[in-house]
């Protein structure tokens, strides 16, 4: 387990956004999605740097900006109960990049997120969007391998689109840079 400290990964997405970015005041739109549960309030407040001891189910939607040096990034944390999905789609224009949060260690719905994940990548304003897949709460011992999810959900299929699955754990910080590092480098990819 890391102990990198939610200030070092924020400072270190930042630093890599700097050296990419050569417009500057440019915005990132990431819309960060998933089922009830799955851990993307915790991700999005481990971003922020704030206190993730205290997180209740979102209800509608939670927006973090961060700005440093020209550059904001807006990530849209959409809550992910059943009767709130619908709305999703409300939140799709202008997405730069789709972040998809799988609780790894909750099987029961790994076909439930599968068919919500599927039903994204059809989405005709998402089309090209890169899309990072969260294999979050690694730090559990019943969390199944990222190669194990990729497979069932049959991510290879995918050719429309750069996409990536990521172990992470969003509670220890763990695996959470390598996928903004991802994020990073293909923030680009749905504009040529």
């Known amino acids: 387990m890391s ?17 990419l970015k050569s417009a500057p005041d440019q915005e990132v739109r990431i819309l960060l999605l998933g089922l009830d549960n799955a851990g993307k309030t915790t991700l999005l407040k481990q971003l922020a740097s704030e ?7 979102t209800q509608g939607f939670n927006i973090k900006s961060v700005q440093s040096q ?27 990049i789709l972040i998809y949060v799988i609780d790894s260690a909750d099987r029961k719905r790994f076909e439930e997120t599968g068919q919500e994940l599927a039903e994204l990548l059809e989405e ?22 990222a190669s ?20 992470c754990s969003a509670l220890t910080g763990e695996g959470v840079q390598d996928g903004m590092n991802w994020v990073c480098k293909n923030v680009n990819a749905k504009k040529k």
């Open 124 to 145: 005709e304003k998402l089309s090209c969007v890169p899309v990072l897949i969260f294999a979050n709460k690694q730090d559990l011992l019943t969390a199944a391998p």
């Open 3 to 19: 102990n990198l400290s939610p200030l070092w990964l924020l400072k270190g997405l930042l630093s890599i956004l700097r050296k």
């Open 148 to 167: 194990e999810i990729a497979e069932g959900l049959n991510l290879h299929t995918i050719r429309d689109r750069v996409w990536q699955i990521q172990s």
């Open 70 to 96: 020209g550059f904001k990034l807006n990530v849209w944390d959409i809550g992910g109960q059943r009767k709130i999905r619908p709305y999703w789609k409300n939140y799709f224009e202008n997405t730069d």
């Open 51 to 57: 206190d993730i001891s205290h997180i209740t189910p």
